[in-house]
């Protein structure tokens, strides 16, 4: 449970720096679940892969911070 409190401090943190909750992604998975790990990452990518690009992350060229 320990990880599981940790995750939601660092999903609050990463909200507050303006990281969209849907880039960040916490599963109990054992090293016997191939198929498990397996399909979960996939539909992380998909997830993020459909966020796109995290904006604010992105500097713009000439821009000078």
């Not at 992380?44 to 604010?56: I, M, R």
Request: aromatic content about 10%.
């Amino acid at each position: 449970m320990f990880a599981r409190r940790r995750f939601a401090v660092l999903k609050n943190l990463l909200e507050y720096i303006g990281i969209e909750p849907g880039r960040l992604h916490f599963s109990w998975i054992s090293s016997a679940e191939a198929e498990k790990f397996q399909k979960t990452a996939i539909k992380v990518c998909e997830a993020v892969t459909a966020l796109g690009p995290a904006k604010h992350m992105i500097k713009e060229i000439g821009k000078v911070a």
